[in-house]
């Protein structure tokens, strides 16, 4: 890598809990033993951010921001600088975060699910409950990383942890095969990547629902491999259940996977799920109301909760995209410099756009640089 002279003041974003974004000035940290600092590259928004904290500090226990952090928890970077040590990744390396750094030793740990660690005292969310990726450096654990291929970009590193990571674990965990109409509930990025992993795994037809008409258009236009990503995109309606029975030969879908987290969108889901079928839910948040005879036990359906995803699981599912040729950064509408932070997260918070960017140098259109 070229010589790099690492500075000592950097930008960085806060999200303050008034609908705005404040950038500040800050020192560059200092890596200490087993950590490494990165230069960012890309540092995508989620959901959770302005559910959770952009309009109000909402959020409580794992999802309770510590006013005054960094924000951002789906960083991709480069590492300028590993402290002593380390004992796999080096300066130079392109390395994907996961963005939760656990105890390392509590159970949920042990397996990789460093998400739901039990330590009180050690479970710290990059851009929650400690500095994220909406700055140019960030401090990270060496055994948070993962090692982002050389065919993948920045762009689309930073979607494989929060974004990807969690449909791929959510998918596997209902299996999906090439017998499959699969449903997907809730076109926001969950909802576009759960239907392009899905399509990548086989399934031989895929319906989406989604009540936004922005969302709507940008999941009609969405291709992959020459091939229009969804089979049909419906707009959300009380006859969704006919209609999707009637597109799947009168039985409704083998799979569903539900992204909206909204109420009616949940019964939906479940009731055009196929007799013997499974349901993911994956949407953050609200509540459904369910009819457990007719909706669930009479038809023998498997329903499922998955939060997030483990770090061995995401190291397989970064050999995949790159065995399928699938790039996350596909689902990325706008792309923003740090300096415009604030029309990244505005923009977001509108619910009309795809996956929204903060990037630096290569990864940003030379029109921003
Ligand atoms: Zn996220
Ligand atoms: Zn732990």
């Known amino acids: 890598m070229p010589h790099f002279t690492i500075p000592e003041k950097m930008l960085c974003a806060v999200l303050p809990g008034d609908h705005s974004a404040r950038l500040e000035t800050r020192a560059v940290p200092t890596p200490g033993h087993g950590e490494v600092l990165l230069r960012m590259k890309a540092s995508t928004i989620c959901g959770s951010d302005i559910r959770c904290i952009y309009h109000e500090h909402l959020g409580k226990g794992p999802e309770g921001y510590q006013p005054g952090m960094i924000a951002g928890h789906e960083p991709c970077g480069q590492i300028v600088q590993a402290g002593p040590g380390c004992r796999r990744f ?71 942890a929060c974004g990807f990571g969690t449909v791929y674990e959510g998918l596997e965990k209902i299996g999906i095969s090439g017998n499959d109409a699969v449903l997907v509930t809730g076109l926001g990025p969950v909802g576009l990547a759960a239907a392009a992993l899905a399509r990548k795994l086989g399934a031989r037809q895929i319906i989406g629902i989604e009540a ?55 019964n939906t889901a479940i009731r055009a799920t196929r007799k013997w079928g499974k349901m993911v839910m994956l949407g953050e948040g609200g509540t459904m109301a369910l009819n457990p005879s007719p909706d669930m036990l009479h038809d023998q359906k498997t329903l499922v909760g ?14 995949r995209l790159v065995h399928w040729d699938l790039h996350p950064a596909m689902l990325i509408t706008h792309r923003f410099p740090l300096e ?30």
């Open 340 to 369: 415009k932070a604030a029309e990244a997260y505005a923009l977001m918070a509108t619910g009309k756009c795809g996956k929204v960017a903060v990037c630096f140098d290569e990864e940003l259109p030379a029109a921003n640089a």
């Open 212 to 266: 936004l008409s922005e969302r709507i258009a940008i999941a009609q236009d969405l291709r992959l491999d020459g091939k229009p990503l969804f089979d049909h995109v419906l707009p959300a309606d009380a006859e969704n259940v006919a209609q999707i029975r009637a597109l799947t030969g009168g039985n409704g879908t083998e799979r569903t996977v539900e992204c909206s987290a909204n109420a009616a969108a949940r």
């Open 90 to 160: 080096k300066t130079g390396d392109r390395v994907i975060v996961y963005h939760i750094s656990g105890c390392g030793v509590c159970n949920d740990c042990r397996r990789g699910y460093m998400i739901s660690c039990t330590s009180e005292k050690y479970r710290r969310a990059y851009g929650w409950q400690r500095d994220g990726g909406m700055a140019e450096f960030l401090l990270a654990e060496e055994k948070d990383l993962l090692a982002l291929p050389d065919s993948l970009s920045y762009a689309d590193g930073a979607q494989v």
């Open 306 to 319: 998955s939060w997030v995803t483990s770090t061995w699981k995401m190291e397989e599912l970064v050999e």
